[in-house]
């Protein structure tokens, strides 16, 4: 019988990859947010049980940090309390339940990269309300892997690298902060690397008749501030336009030429954001054997991808 995957969250970033990635690994099945509404404990119970799947990916979420601040019930049913039914109802079947996480579970404190057992300390609702998810789902008893991930873009959807691009055609130059740190990391490499860590789970629940379960850290390598990000986005584009290519957002000259560094104090947002998001990703590595690229390496790929 044909493994089944179901995964939430289809149109979203990660989501998006995710139904061509998991296809090799067998019968997928992916919902959009009409088709299964987190907020709705009871259709999330309904779906998990009709469709009964053997993985679960959740790639559904509530992600607009700063709007979470002015609904912090929505934000905690969405990215806890759906979890957490999720988790209850594949329990008593043993399958498996795949979660995204974020970096901003943590504080920013720590001056090197995080890994998964240092201590959490959230500085805003979505990441309070992400960290619980955690936690609700460890509690069921589901086998599990989450994994945490930071600064997630594509070429399609709201995201930072799509923002700087509209930005830079309507302004000579952007303001960008320069004292926060973290991993720009490419939706499709976290949707490729989820696919192999699910094929290798499914081979060690092969041979021990366990799943691997646990907290994973899945991003970019190496560390960049958004104001580098920016200016890297910015040469990128410059690059990949000089090809012979028609592709309507990702075509014609940018207005803005430089990249104006500011501090966070600079920019006002509702939802404070941890200094420093660089995450591990040694575990994962001697886990499940995924070396997750440089993120300028996923940068160009993600922007040739979108003139292709």
Not at 200 to 225: K, M, N, V, Y
Not at 249 to 270: C, T
Request: proline share 5%; glycine share 6%.
């Amino acid at each position: 019988m044909s493994l089944r995957l179901l995964v939430t969250g289809a149109n979203g970033q990660v989501g998006w990859h995710l139904q061509r990635t998991l296809a090799p690994l067998g019968e997928v099945t992916a919902l959009a947010r009409d088709q299964l509404e987190l907020a709705d404990r009871d259709m999330v119970t309904r779906v998990v049980r009709e469709l009964a799947p053997d993985i679960l990916v959740n790639a559904a979420a509530h992600t607009a940090v700063d709007k979470a601040e002015g609904e912090p019930e929505l934000a905690m049913t969405v990215n806890a309390a759906a979890p957490a039914t999720m988790a209850q109802e594949l329990a008593p079947r043993g399958a498996l339940l795949v979660h995204y996480s974020t970096d901003y579970v943590f504080d920013g404190n720590k001056p090197g990269p995080y890994e998964e057992g240092d201590a959490t300390g959230p500085l805003n609702v979505y990441g309070r309300s992400k960290l619980e998810g955690e936690r609700r789902i460890a509690e069921s008893g589901c086998p599990h892997i989450i994994l945490r991930t930071s600064w997630v873009y594509d070429v399609r959807g709201k995201n930072f690298l799509r923002t700087v691009l509209r930005l830079a055609r309507e302004r000579e130059e952007l303001r960008m902060v320069a004292d926060q740190y973290g991993a720009p990391t490419w939706a499709r490499s976290i949707a490729e690397a989820t696919s192999i860590i699910l094929a290798r789970a499914l081979e060690q629940r092969s041979a021990t008749a366990a799943w691997r379960t646990g907290i994973f850290h899945l991003t970019a390598a190496g560390r960049t501030s958004w104001a580098e990000f920016a200016e890297a986005i910015l040469k990128e584009y410059d690059e990949c336009c000089s090809w012979p290519a028609d592709t309507g957002e990702f075509s014609g000259l940018l207005k803005a030429k430089r990249v104006v560094p500011i501090g966070s104090d600079h920019y006002q947002a509702p939802a404070r954001r941890p200094r420093n998001s660089v995450l591990s990703n040694a575990l994962v590595a001697s886990v499940f054997g995924v070396v997750m690229p440089d993120w300028r390496s996923q940068l160009r790929l993600a922007m040739q991808d979108a003139i292709r």
